[in-house]
């Protein structure tokens, strides 16, 4: 078994990131953890996507349930930031989320109606976890 | 409430004031049954400990002792070591003895069915000069990559056996999984009223060591095989780690205040409850990703090192995640497929589907699997007795997979034929085919090649060539008259065109039908050219000759595809029948 050991200061440069169930994405220091992946984040900071853009919104102290992990990785500060993807301030990544979402339940909506015309119904996909 | 708990309520009880006789206190409770030195030794070499780590390392481990509310760590054993010798192999010699004397700590096997098994796993644990003298790297990413280990292990398990491991204590949750499962079990019990003291030594870094498949105050324990040492970093993984803490040593320390929230204690605690829960008798199964990721890691390495400095052996697993376990696992029952619907519906094409798959359903692989699984291990030193039990269990499994394979409806010569359609039986034959005795094999190959045509244009996503190589293996197998067998098929599967060409002609266009036939061919040549005795059977020669000339003429006159394998000695074999100008014509169109 390996033997875990310190030596003196614990490397605090490495943030994580955290992708949870419900689709959101943390980035912060990752301070403590216990055996069921519950987890404290410190100075977290959602980051939300959409399209090219994303927008980070600062949140605190984050304590996340084990079971609402999907993936949880480190982030290498040293590694270049050679990315396509551009900042933007919180109030228009927000709004972008906001129109994305509103696309989407249209064309849902639409899909929907068109199917009921035709007779039939699918039941939506929503909660795809719990199977 | 069971009569191990029992005593120490009343010892808690009847002892309030903890700091002061908290030795005494904890001797009482050894007495009433914990272990022979109980929690006072453990909790006073523990705090040796922490002094000579504060000495040695500067850093703060006794953080958790002040807080006696941690509810993080509720399991019962004690920690046996200190954590913390980066670099400092020469101490790892005067790090085994402290141990040590804690190893005896775990009492008497029966006493409460304990790991002594952990116990063991722990002396073999601090035993092992490679693990003490491991660097660890960052313990952050050590952390996680155990935790992410240990889920999707323990997902991959749970799946495939459906069965909960862990044990529940004192009224507290299971560890176990995490996800979407089902919620913990609570214990029955209640909870009993603990003093600060009592907190603080069960609780937080110097809480008793966990075994998580067996609670101090419960009886409740649930039988789980917990086999001999504890499950280790593949080497590469190792090295790894080593290296990025290594390349974080060198950057300046930017002081973080936050930075120590976990003890290197309760990380290696973690660490540790992670890795029990990661043994399992079949790594490569339950454990699949991790497994597989670093083999092609070596695989990789291998390649490298082998242009760089001859064949040098990269650094592999050496010790397997479990000692050989002597436990009797039984042919896995598997229900059988669903047979097959008759009608196939428009509400539920899924049902014919699924027919069609159902003869070779997904369950097939599994005992697939465990085949392939018994040939590995094979590989592994066997006690003799083993080795023919093993074989046995492969045996039966083989056939199994076999005789569900086979349409008891269909004739004789379609048998496999529903099955090879579909691309997932071609993986599944092909992978099986190394198992099969030679007749069977044989039956497959005469079986692949009588309805060659039908699977040539069948095959719509171009799965036939993963045959390709099982099936060659067979062919270096046949005799010649089995081979002429063979190829009597081949150039005359339409019994209702007037010639074999137009089989020949299909098989031109297909890899797979035109590398097969070449190892035909091949095969036939080398037999013809070596000195075995051929014993063929009455006509076989004139076949023979006859295939030959069908062959190169149809291969001189069309167009061939590019073959997955071009036998070396097929031209030697064309030179020996044929004239020059259509050898010229045959050598032209084949390259």
Known sequence: MTIQHNTGTLPSQEKHLVLLRDGRTLIGFLR???????????????????????????????????????????IDMDKPCDTVLQQVSIEEILEEQRLQQQAKQETEKAKVTALKDRGLSIPKADNLDEY | MTDSEQPETETAVSQPQWPENGGQWSDEEGGAGMDECGLAEMAEEDEEIDIYNNETFGMEVGDTEGDPTNPLFKFGEKPPAPPALPSLSPSSPSFSPRARPQLRVQGPPGRRGR???????????????????????RPSLQVITTLARSVV????????????????CNGDVLFTQVGGLPS?????????????????????????????FYSPSSNRVQRFRFPGPVTQLHPQHRRLLSQRQQRSQRKPDSWDPYCNLMSAKEKEWIIRLQMIQLQSENPHLDDYYYQEYYRRMEAKLAEEELGMRGKREPPKLTTPYVTKMDSYTPVVHIEGSLGQVAVSTCFSPRRAINAVAAHCPHELFMVLLEVEEGQRMKAQVLGEGEEKGLMEKTEIKVEYIYSQLQHPDLEAEEEFLPCLLVSKGKQLLARLLPFLSHDA????????????????????????????????????????????GVLKDFTTSLPDSSDGSVCLSLVCQSKFGLSLLYAL???????????????????DFETWTDTVFLVASQLSQSALVEPLLLPSNLLTLFCRYLDKRTIHQLKSNME
């Open chain 2, 521 to 539: 061919l091949s095969q036939g040549e080398r037999l013809l050219s070596s000195d075995v005795p051929l014993e063929p059977s009455i006509g």
């Open chain 2, 115 to 137: 790991g002594q098994r952990g116990g063991q796993a722990m002396a073999q644990m601090f035993e092992d000069p490679a693990v003490v003298r491991t660097v660890e790297g």
């Open chain 2, 441 to 484: 094999a044989l039956k497959v190959l005469s079986m692949v090649t009588s309805h060659l045509p039908v699977l040539m244009s069948r095959d719509a996503d171009e799965s036939l060539p993963v045959l390709y190589p099982s099936l060659r293996i067979v062919i270096g197998g046949m005799t010649f008259s089995q081979l002429i």
């Open chain 2, 153 to 168: 292990s323990k997902a991959c398990r749970e799946m495939l056996f459906s069965s909960y491991v862990g044990v529940s």
């Open chain 1, 32 to 74: 403590s953890i216990d055996q069921f992946a519950n987890l404290v984040f410190h100075q977290t900071v959602e980051r939300i996507h959409v399209g090219k853009k994303f927008g980070d919104i600062p949140r605190g102290i984050f304590i996340v349930r084990g079971e609402n992990v999907v993936l949880l990785g480190e």
């Open chain 2, 184 to 212: 913990p079990r609570p214990c029955p019990s209640t909870p009993q009223p603990l003093t600060p003291k009592m907190m603080q030594l069960r609780f937080g870094a110097n809480s008793p060591r966990p075994s998580p």
